[in-house]
């Protein structure tokens, strides 16, 4: 696993330790960053479900403000907070250890616009489309209120899996053998 462009471009993330998270391939990232390009100069990003960190430390290489990261998985956690300490991207990047799903539950206020995140990382583990059909779509609704109205969330999951979210669109679909990453907006 390393950053494909920007400021860290060419560097190595510590990858995971174990199967509980599924690094993107190099070409599935180049292609979606390609698309993603004009929204990450100076964005707000939050990753999702982070793993190591790949897609935060990758939006930040490529010029994002801020980057929030998600992950419950203790090993993955681990090594999610060395990529950032290499980095150095720690005063860019919040680490949220745990249950997301807790975290949001708890997020009752509304967030200023120019708080909110222009691009939202989701990628759950794949079994969760399958047993948490119900929370993700929660989580989903609870993620309007931290997305910028014009703000894109990057679902990816097994392409033999579907689940349509709450309150957004598809504005974009990309199949990568087994994998399917959605570009999704607020329905208008």
């Not at 990858?15 to 599924?22: A, N």
């Not at 998600?70 to 860019?92: C, H």
């Not at 807790?102 to 399958?130: G, S, T």
């Amino acid at each position: 696993m390393r950053i494909i462009a920007g400021e860290f471009r060419g560097r190595t993330l510590l990858g995971p330790e174990s199967d509980t998270t599924r690094p993107i391939t190099d070409r599935a990232k180049q292609s979606l960053f390609d698309v993603l390009a004009p929204l990450l100069d100076g964005a707000i990003v939050y990753d999702c479900f982070a793993g190591t960190g790949s897609m935060g430390l990758e939006c930040l290489s490529r010029g994002a403000a801020r980057a929030r990261f998600f992950e419950a998985d203790r090993s993955a956690l681990q090594r999610l907070k060395r990529n950032v300490e290499t980095f150095k991207v720690g005063p860019r990047a919040d680490i949220i250890a745990g249950d997301l799903f807790k975290w949001f539950a708890r997020q009752q206020n509304e967030v200023a616009e120019n708080q909110r995140a222009d691009l939202i990382f989701l990628d759950p583990p794949y079994r969760f489309l399958r047993e948490q059909r119900d929370a993700l779509k929660t989580l989903a609704t609870q993620l309007l209120s931290h997305l910028k109205q014009s703000g894109v969330i990057v679902f990816r999951h097994d392409a033999n899996d579907s689940l349509v979210l709450p309150g957004l669109c598809e504005r974009d679909r990309r199949d990568y053998g087994s994998m399917t990453i959605e570009l999704l907006q607020v329905e208008k």
